[in-house]
């Protein structure tokens, strides 16, 4: 389980595909803290480290199935690219942002943006079926970050990005285009659910 508040931004160091896609990170972690089978959510994707190293600089690698590729922007990273990278909770760690899985939806585009002051307002279109899930005020996971939604319209719905998320995150770098990976709120999908059944 992850929170949603990144704790570090890592860089794709190589990929190569071994049948499962296998992907080089680098890290700002301290490695020696890491054990192998560790979960990392890498752009809010929960992946496992298969190895660890320091050389030239702290790195971890992770193998991502097919079907992951497929699920997510997986497909999308470039060597050279910026990860959101957040290390699974441990008992009687601070809850900042919501209970994030690691367990990725779909794939939103980014279809707006516009500044506000400082802020930057983006806009996303999220696939038809995941969009009764999204609400005013309700939260998401975007590319693993926990965020705040502030207008939904169908299946588009706007989210606003402070100076601080834009220095901290890889959200300084998005695009109009972009595709980003979208896990709904746990909580929405059990009261959608109910309702089915209410």
Known sequence: MFTGIVTDIGQVLALEQRGDLR???STGYDVSGLDIGAS??????CLTVIALGTDPQNWFDVEISAETVGATNVGNWAVGGRLNL???LKVGDELGG?????HVDGVAKVIAMRDE?????VTFRAPDDLAKFIAPKGSVALNGTSLTVNEVD??????NFIPHTKVATTWGDVAVGDAINLEIDTM???VARLREYG
Do not use: L
């Open 86 to 88: 957040e290390r699974a």
């Open 188 to 190: 929405a999908r059990y």
């Open 98 to 102: 919501h209970i994030v899985s690691g």
């Open 117 to 121: 002051g400082d802020s930057t307002r």
């Open 154 to 159: 169908g299946s588009d719905f706007g989210v």
């Open 23 to 25: 992907a080089r990170i």
């Open 40 to 45: 990392i959510a890498c752009n809010g994707v």
